[in-house]
């Protein structure tokens, strides 16, 4: 959308009339202006909250996100289905540290800091129990902790 304003040095708002511009001309520009900002008003939403979605928006974009995604997680978070679970500390999730409580006589066992939600017949919205881990020397060998963020 391109502009119809400018900001004068003043920082105060005019139009941005088009070069070679008669009057005739100005008059159909500054309606042009009303309707634009009619239909701005018409939105009821005051300038800062139309900033912050734009930044929402981009972010949004940035990470490919669809807006039927944000409502599908919005749903699932009004419904209850929605978790977020931390994540695991660093240098905790390749199954041969301490946190590894292993199976006797198996390469697999429970991670006592990960969770995980289990969902079955008995509890359909789910419950959370220990992650199951599943040890390997290749996995543990190409193990790489999850970077720390800023």
Request: aromatic share 8%; proline share 7%.
């Amino acid at each position: 959308m391109s502009r119809l304003t400018k900001r004068l040095a003043s920082g105060v708002a005019s139009y941005d009339y088009p070069p070679n511009c008669d009057d005739v001309a100005k008059s159909a520009f500054r309606q042009r202006c009303v309707d634009r900002l009619g239909a701005y008003e018409d939105t009821g939403l005051p300038p800062e909250v139309c900033a912050n979605y734009k930044t929402f928006e981009d972010e949004c974009i940035s990470k490919g996100v669809t807006f039927s995604r944000i409502v599908e997680l919005m749903n699932a978070d009004a419904e209850g289905r929605l978790k977020i679970v931390p994540r695991a500390p660093k240098g905790t999730v390749c199954g041969s540290c301490v946190h590894f409580d292993r199976e006797t006589g198996t390469a697999h066992g429970f991670c006592k800091t990960q969770t995980q939600m289990r969902m079955s017949a008995e509890f359909p919205s789910g419950r959370t129990e220990p992650r199951y881990v599943m040890q390997s020397r290749p996995a543990c060998k190409g193990y790489e902790p999850l970077e720390e963020d800023d």
